[in-house]
């Protein structure tokens, strides 16, 4: 593979990401486990978090924490579960907790109470990988990749309190994460394969079906994990990340994607950390289109934060240079003097604010975007 020019750069304002407070690995891959949504014009994070009794009972629970930012955040809500969660996510003021055994709970965070809003069991008796709530005019859906290698789709009913199942599909390998693109009409889904699958959804949102099928092989280069474990698409639509267990973030045009029958990615960025230690664990793209920023978590100690405004130039057609572009990323180590496993990363809504959860802590950090294009080493750690 070509090496590629890389310089550093600094993203955010000049401050040590600070500690917050910790959250619970559940998966040695899947790390998917740190939200960040508004409610009631307040931002507050959601981790997984647990507890264990003097006698060795651990009890996992949904930890609501904010509101963030302010001088009193602090844990503001708590629901407790009877099952070990692998994968949560948040849309409007629904929250989705997906885990082992098929089982996926919905809560509505600006209720009071305790008690899941829908109970989902109907998920087949397998692990839930991945959930993703996805709004589709007025209406969310839930969508579920799992390991008996099935993806499935139910429409959320709050006002009934019953979810209504919609449509299964069988990926062909164990599903590990889905994500929607901006424009509602695609689902991308990664599993434990090279091979990435995009579908399209129907008008009515009832089925699934099969547009394109590629891989994240890079020639030259010999992968002995080749399991893809997370993906995103940039909030204008224009890019598609896929990052996988080696270490290797892949950068698509998804103009090309639905173009052409084998895509192939605009750059590979491989993580800072040559080992196990780099494999990718979240891929989130800044939600302010105008940042142009890609948050990669690698599995210990390090994110990193990707200036992408090159490679959408290239997907736009505005470059005209024949020349690789020279990738521009800022390493923000988060755990320098310890060992500290990854286990989620996300944005704040507006991009401003980007949240690093780790097994004894949750880091925030602050961007600034007058600093996107400046050079130099930052030492945050």
């Given at each position: 593979?070509?090496?590629?020019?890389?310089?550093?750069?600094?993203?955010?304002?000049?401050?040590?990401?600070?500690?917050?407070?910790?959250?619970?690995?559940?998966?040695?891959?899947?790390?998917?486990?740190?939200?960040?949504?508004?409610?009631?014009?307040?931002?507050?994070?959601?981790?997984?978090?647990?507890?264990?009794?003097?006698?060795?009972?651990?009890?996992?629970?949904?930890?609501?924490?904010?509101?963030v930012g302010q001088p009193n955040a602090r844990s503001a809500q708590r629901f407790e579960l009877g099952w070990a969660p692998t994968t949560i996510d948040t849309a409007g003021h629904l929250l989705a907790v997906g885990g082992h055994a098929g089982v996926v709970d919905i809560y509505d965070?600006?209720?009071?109470?305790?008690?899941?809003?829908?109970?989902?069991?109907?998920?087949?008796?397998?692990?839930?990988?991945?959930?993703?709530?996805?709004?589709?005019?007025?209406?969310?859906?839930?969508?579920?990749?799992?390991?008996?290698?099935?993806?499935?789709?139910?429409?959320?009913?709050?006002?009934?309190?019953?979810?209504?199942?919609?449509?299964?599909?069988?990926?062909?390998?164990?599903?590990?994460?889905?994500?929607?693109?901006?424009?509602?009409?695609?689902?991308?889904?990664?599993?434990?394969?090279?091979?990435?699958?995009?579908?399209?959804?129907?008008?009515?949102?009832?089925?699934?079906?099969?547009?394109?099928?590629?891989?994240?092989?890079?020639?030259?280069?010999?992968?002995?994990?080749?399991?893809?474990?997370?993906?995103?698409?940039?909030?204008?639509?224009?890019?598609?990340?896929?990052?996988?267990?080696?270490?290797?973030?892949?950068?698509?045009?998804?103009?090309?994607?639905?173009?052409?029958?084998?895509?192939?990615?605009?750059?590979?960025?491989?993580?800072?950390?040559?080992?196990?230690?780099?494999?990718?664990?979240?891929?989130?793209?800044?939600?302010?289109?105008?940042?142009?920023?890609?948050?990669?978590?690698?599995?210990?100690?390090?994110?990193?934060?990707?200036?992408?405004?090159?490679?959408?130039?290239?997907?736009?057609?505005?470059?005209?240079?024949?020349?690789?572009?020279?990738?521009?990323?800022?390493?923000?180590?988060?755990?320098?003097?310890?060992?500290?496993?990854?286990?989620?990363?996300?944005?704040?809504?507006?991009?401003?604010?980007?949240?690093?959860?780790?097994?004894?802590?949750?880091?925030?950090?602050?961007?600034?975007?007058?600093?996107?294009?400046?050079?130099?080493?930052?030492?945050?750690?």
């Open positions: 593979m070509e090496a590629i020019p890389e310089v550093k750069s600094s993203f955010m304002v000049k401050e040590r990401p600070h500690a917050l407070h910790s959250t619970r690995i559940q998966h040695w891959q899947l790390r998917d486990l740190v939200k960040c949504a508004k409610v009631n014009e307040d931002v507050y994070l959601w981790t997984v978090s647990s507890s264990e009794t003097h006698d060795g009972t651990r009890f996992d629970y949904i930890n609501r924490f904010g509101p965070v600006e209720s009071e109470g305790q008690a899941p809003l829908i109970h989902i069991t109907d998920i087949g008796s397998q692990t839930v990988n991945n959930v993703a709530l996805i709004q589709h005019g007025e209406d969310t859906f839930l969508y579920t990749c799992s390991n008996d290698k099935s993806v499935r789709v139910y429409r959320i009913l709050p006002s009934e309190g019953r979810a209504e199942y919609v449509t299964r599909k069988v990926h062909h390998v164990p599903a590990n994460y889905i994500t929607g693109s901006p424009d509602g009409k695609y689902v991308l889904v990664v599993g434990d394969s090279e091979e990435v699958v995009l579908y399209k959804i129907n008008d009515a949102h009832t089925s699934l079906s099969r547009v394109r099928q590629f891989n994240t092989k890079i020639p030259g280069v010999r992968i002995h994990d080749d399991v893809s474990v997370a993906a995103d698409f940039s909030p204008d639509g224009i890019l598609l990340a896929v990052g996988t267990q080696n270490g290797y973030t892949h950068l698509f045009s998804v103009a090309e994607v639905l173009r052409e029958s084998t895509p192939s990615p605009l750059v590979v960025i491989q993580s800072t950390q040559h080992s196990s230690h780099g494999a990718v664990r979240s891929l989130k793209f800044s939600p302010n289109k105008e940042y142009n920023l890609l948050l990669v978590g690698e599995h210990d100690r390090v994110a990193e934060i990707v200036d992408v405004r090159p490679f959408k130039d290239i997907a736009r057609g505005l470059s005209v240079s024949h020349e690789l572009p020279i990738i521009k990323r800022q390493i923000v180590s988060v755990a320098r003097d310890q060992f500290g496993e990854t286990c989620g990363s996300c944005w704040g809504p507006t991009g401003d604010s980007f949240f690093v959860a780790q097994e004894q802590r949750l880091y925030m950090g602050s961007v600034n975007e007058a600093n996107r294009l400046g050079f130099g080493v930052m030492d945050l750690a």
